[in-house]
């Protein structure tokens, strides 16, 4: 398993990094737009920041255009390139192309057919929008439980993304993801508990620990 970090803003990632076990980057269009860097700096500078995959997601439309695009894109981020590539017919097509020599992922899948597909196309990630599912198809951890079944015993892994809670992480982990992907406040909120931070203030006001003097 593998938790990765969904943003393309750089002090996010910095802060990702320093937390120790975020395990790479997921970024899309609408995330590198929220950056002023160009795209080809932010990326650059996202690799940097973690030891992990960099996911970027295509955005161009026709088949041509995608592997040029891929290829590209596996040019400014090297060996760390994981391409998203879209559940379309054409996006299929491109995975075809594009996984023998990059590392592929298919993202926005809605169904456990598409991540049939998605797996045959030689794809090593099938994203799933767990929230976004819940609220179109009405049960997104749902969606992650068949797409499981599907892709039991194939070399194609889950990421499951579009996460609004801890509790909908970890649903979507217990129905069968491999991976999450998640916004820096989710990463944050995953590692925290209010039950958590009293139980360690208890220890703290009552407690010794090798650090502390010794009373006099």
């Not at 609220?135 to 039991?152: C, I």
């Not at 194609?156 to 996460?163: E, F, G, K, Q």
Request: proline residues 4%; aromatic residues 4%.
């Amino acid at each position: 398993m593998a938790i990765y970090l969904d943003s393309a803003i750089i002090a996010e990632a910095q802060t990702a990094k320093e937390l120790g076990w975020v395990k790479g980057i997921t970024t899309n269009p609408t995330l590198l737009s929220k950056t002023d860097l160009p795209v080809e700096t932010t990326l650059k500078k996202l690799a940097e920041l973690t030891n992990g995959p960099v996911f970027y997601q295509l955005i161009s439309s026709e088949l041509d255009e995608m592997v040029k695009e891929g290829r590209k894109a596996f040019e400014i981020i090297g060996h760390q390139t994981v391409l998203k590539i879209p559940a379309t017919i054409v996006g299929f097509q491109a995975v075809s192309c594009l996984s023998p020599e990059i590392t592929c992922s298919v993202t926005a899948i809605y169904s456990a057919a598409q991540a049939a597909v998605a797996r045959e196309a030689g794809a090593k990630y099938a994203i799933a929008y767990v929230n976004r599912a819940t609220k179109l198809l009405g049960d997104g951890v749902a969606l992650v439980r068949e797409m499981a079944s599907v892709l039991a015993g194939s070399t194609t892994d889950i990421l499951a993304a579009s996460i609004k809670s801890p509790e909908e992480a970890a649903a979507s982990l217990q129905a069968g993801a491999h991976h999450l992907t998640l916004p820096l406040s989710m990463l944050q909120a995953m590692a925290t508990n209010e039950l958590s931070l009293q139980t360690v203030d208890e220890f703290a006001k009552n407690g010794r620990g090798i650090l502390q003097p010794v009373n006099q």
